[in-house]
């Protein structure tokens, strides 16, 4: 039983599709058996063509799990993941940017053989139009076509990060995901990043899941937000909704912590309690131990997400129940 992230637009066609997606890994060993543990636990969302899902969690709530397994890179266990209805070749359709601009960039290459190497792989470029494209695509971004024959090291970071992004155009992609993607630069680079981003999806019909610590940087770029929490997603609405009413007490609790003065700048001030491990998760509700609204319940009864307004779906019955109360007086 699960619910889906939607956003209704002009265009109404989803580009992307999870279904129940469950991905698990061989944690250490306990009691001489090895754990399994439950990166993602039936996650399902959509997203809608040009639209921009931000993901929010603290670490380990496996967003970029879930990030590694849409583009591929992580084999789901069970549910499954569709772009544009269809299950193959998300290896073009889907491109990640990384937060790490620089590790994610081959030192030994050129760029402008970096920026290729799509191009030839996917033959979208004859070999002798090759060239051509990689100045375009870097022009796309902002960046002189010379800087295709330097290396990474003699780029700054702002140029790095846009060399990843002309790398995630190259193949002309439904869905870009960008995990963290300004979390390493400075505020003015951050900003100019984000316009890039806007610009592009506008001028590309792009689709993004964008996802970051930063929930000032999230409220900025992104149309739908969901927050998610042990390899679940504990609630999820349009953005505007999510922040100005958040249902469940771990949104209310990332929102109130990130508003606290912290010198690290936007990332998420710690929460009372510990996450527990998704090795050994709590029974019922997963955040019951760390919520000051659980009830004996919650450790008993499995959570779905359910509809808490238009568009807006939360897994807390605690909150459920208070919304439907507040329904049934109006």
Do not use: W
Not at 206 to 215: A, K, P
Not at 291 to 305: I, M
């Amino acid at each position: 039983m699960s619910s889906s992230t939607h956003l209704r637009t002009a265009d109404d066609e989803p580009v992307l599709e999870v279904r129940d997606a469950v991905v698990t890994f061989r944690g250490r060993r306990a009691l001489g058996k090895r754990a399994v543990v439950r990166a993602l636990d039936g996650v399902s969302l959509t997203l809608p063509r040009g639209a921009t899902l931000g993901i929010v969690g603290e670490s380990g709530s496996g967003k970029s799990t879930l990030a590694r397994s849409i583009v591929g890179l992580e084999k789901l266990r069970s549910g499954s993941i569709t772009v544009a209805g269809s299950a193959e070749a998300r290896g073009r359709a889907v491109q990640m940017i990384f937060q790490d601009s620089l590790n994610s960039l081959n030192p030994q290459r050129t760029i402008g053989s970096t920026l290729g190497e799509p191009l030839i792989v996917h033959k979208l470029r004859p070999r002798n139009e090759v060239r051509d494209r990689v100045a375009e695509l870097l022009e796309t971004v902002g960046l002189d076509p010379d800087l295709a024959t330097r290396r990474p090291l003699q780029l700054s970071g702002g140029q790095r990060q846009r060399v990843n992004i002309a790398r995630a155009l190259a193949t002309e992609p439904k869905v870009i995901i960008a995990d963290e993607p300004t979390s390493a630069l400075d505020v003015s680079l951050r900003g100019q990043i984000l316009n890039l981003l806007r610009r592009l999806q506008r001028e590309q019909d792009l689709s993004y899941i964008f996802i970051s610590h930063d929930l000032g940087v999230v409220s900025q770029i992104s149309d739908l937000v969901a927050v998610m929490y042990l390899g679940r997603i504990a609630e999820t609405a349009p953005r505007a909704e999510i922040y100005a009413r958040p249902r469940h007490p771990y949104t209310r609790a990332l929102l109130g912590a990130a508003a606290t003065p912290d010198p690290r700048r936007g990332r998420v001030a710690p929460i009372p309690g510990e996450p527990p491990s998704p090795a050994d998760p709590p029974s019922g509700c997963g955040f019951h131990p760390r919520c000051p609204e659980a009830l004996p319940s919650c450790a008993q009864n499995e959570v779905f997400l359910e509809p808490a307004g238009p568009g807006h779906l939360v897994s807390c019955p605690v909150v459920l129940s208070r919304v439907e109360r507040e329904s049934s007086t109006v």
